[in-house]
């Protein structure tokens, strides 16, 4: 069974950054694309960036494009959240998942494991 456990989440103050990871195990990690999503209070998670099995390819929601950067490092089983230039409304609770297909990585249903998440709160 595929377990997901992230960290590197914090409170920080808006302009700032933070690095957040999620380390995996229990299956063939380079088998995986990889997902960050987020969660803040009242909302519905959404998509913030994917990963594919290689790293060769990456995607990013419009709003973090240029300030976030996904990244994995296949021998260390660790997929990365580098996030630079944080606003107030980057405050959420982050998730990472793993999905066995490169198709629909931008929704939810295309995920099949997550993380338990890790809270970024941006203050202004």
């Known amino acids: 069974q595929v377990q997901l456990v992230e960290s590197g989440g914090g409170l920080v103050q808006a302009g700032g950054s933070l690095r957040l990871s999620c380390a995996f195990s229990g299956r063939t990690f380079s088998s995986y694309a990889m997902g960050w999503f987020r969660q803040a209070p009242g909302k519905e998670r959404e998509f913030v960036a994917h990963?594919?099995?290689?790293?060769?390819?990456?995607y990013y929601k419009d709003s973090v494009k240029g300030r976030f950067t996904i990244s994995r490092d296949n021998a260390k089983n660790t997929v990365y959240l580098q996030m630079n230039t944080l606003k107030p409304e980057d405050t959420a609770v982050y998730y990472c998942?793993?999905?066995?297909?490169?198709?629909?990585?931008?929704?939810?249903?295309?995920?099949?494991?997550w993380g338990q998440g890790t809270q970024v709160t941006v203050s202004s």
């Open positions: 990963i594919s099995w290689s790293g060769g390819n990456t």
């Open positions: 998942a793993a999905a066995g297909s490169i198709r629909g990585l931008g929704s939810i249903r295309a995920y099949d494991y």
